[in-house]
């Protein structure tokens, strides 16, 4: 998780939403990693789970990563959840839980428990309050 939350400080220093994403192997070995590129690319679908996943399919020339586990610094919006899912990731770790997952999304997140371990909070404190302060910054 420290790389992912130093991946987040990086988007953060590139106005980009503080997001940042690991992927490890079984044995913990770093397959992956990214930050949030959306404004970078130009590319609304440029989160950084979804860099990741690509970047790791690339990397071990497969379209499946079930031996994988990603960590992430905020809980995963539908988009990556599916992607996910799809992918076959089966654990997932999570610093920020996002209130608009929590909140507007029980179908998809129901399904995506059902298929995945899914832990949260952890760093939670460090992660959170940089999204807060990234979206802070930007209303001043």
């Known amino acids: 998780m420290t790389l992912a939350i130093d991946l987040a400080k990086k988007?953060?220093?590139?106005?980009?939403?503080?997001?940042?994403?690991?992927?490890?192997?079984k044995e913990k070995e770093i397959i992956s990693?990214?930050?949030?590129m959306?404004?970078?690319?130009?590319?609304p679908s440029a989160h950084a789970e979804l860099i990741a996943?690509?970047?790791?399919?690339?990397k071990l020339n497969v379209l499946?990563?079930?031996?994988?586990e990603l960590y992430?610094?905020?809980?995963?919006?539908?988009?990556?959840?599916?992607?996910?899912?799809?992918?076959?990731?089966?654990?997932?770790?999570f610093g920020a839980y996002s209130e608009s997952i929590t909140k507007n999304n029980l179908k998809m997140k129901n399904n995506?428990?059902?298929?995945?371990?899914?832990?949260?909070?952890?760093?939670?404190k460090e992660c959170s309050d940089l999204l807060k302060k990234f979206f802070s910054d930007l209303r001043s």
């Open 33 to 36: 990693y990214a930050h949030n």
């Open 53 to 58: 996943i690509k970047s790791a399919c690339k």
């Open 112 to 124: 995506f428990l059902k298929k995945n371990e899914y832990y949260g909070g952890i760093n939670e």
């Open 72 to 93: 992430t610094t905020l809980e995963p919006c539908e988009m990556c959840q599916y992607l996910i899912i799809q992918t076959g990731i089966k654990k997932v770790y």
């Open 38 to 43: 959306v404004i970078q690319m130009n590319d």
């Open 64 to 68: 499946k990563l079930m031996d994988c």
């Open 11 to 25: 988007a953060f220093l590139l106005d980009e939403v503080p997001i940042g994403c690991v992927i490890v192997n």
